[in-house]
């Protein structure tokens, strides 16, 4: 599908832009941070999410790799939906999203329209998993095979994703390394 575009910004709106790519133009969600570091008539390149629902098709822009691969962590979240992911992505990192979420910050809960109480509890409950499951890998001297994959140049996170995705019984450094190429390789 769509997943990088480059070209210029025609139209800024308060949740989105309009991406002229060939003469073409593709209206792209943004997070409020990547929206604030753009401006009209700009040459940007955005690393894109192409969201197909049933009744709609949206692009969901983000101005790094990391941004976009934080998003899709979030999206994966059952019960949270692309526009959601977008605006819970604007933290940043799972940790400092579930600070927020502890915290009841109020602004934070302004923000996050349409998620109720129970909501939100499963919502840390997942993303607490997930930071477990990335902080099993996390410790580069306690993984090998994440300290080559950074030194390759993949971020921690997307390396330590990739990871936590090869079966337990594969343990010798090498096999987990090449292992964890194919899933980056499939991923990006």
């Known amino acids: 599908m769509i997943s990088y575009l480059n070209g210029e910004i025609i139209l800024k709106g308060k949740i989105f832009i309009v991406l002229k790519v060939n003469d073409v133009g593709y209206k792209v969600f943004l997070?409020?941070?990547?929206?604030?570091?753009?401006?009209?008539?700009?040459?940007?390149?955005?690393?894109?999410?192409?969201?197909?629902?049933?009744?709609?098709?949206?692009?969901?822009?983000?101005?790094?790799?990391?941004g976009l691969e934080f998003f899709e962590i979030l999206n994966s979240i059952s019960g949270v939906g692309p526009k959601t992911a977008l605006i819970l992505s604007s933290f940043g990192s799972l940790e400092n999203l579930k600070q927020a979420i502890e915290k009841e910050d109020e602004d934070f809960h302004q923000q996050i329209k349409g998620i109720g109480q129970k909501k939100m509890q499963k919502i840390i409950l997942e993303i607490t998993g997930k930071i477990k499951e990335m902080g099993k890998t996390t410790g580069a001297d306690k993984e090998p095979a994440l300290a080559a994959l950074i030194s390759l140049g993949f971020p921690a996170q997307k390396a330590s994703f990739a990871l936590s995705q090869i079966p337990q019984e594969i343990q010798e450094t090498e096999k987990r390394i090449k292992q964890a190429l194919k899933i980056l390789k499939n991923v990006s």
Not at 44 to 63: A, C, D, N, P, Q
């Open 31 to 66: 997070q409020g941070k990547d929206l604030e570091k753009i401006k009209e008539k700009d040459k940007t390149e955005f690393f894109t999410f192409f969201s197909l629902g049933r009744e709609k098709i949206e692009l969901f822009g983000f101005l790094s790799r990391e």
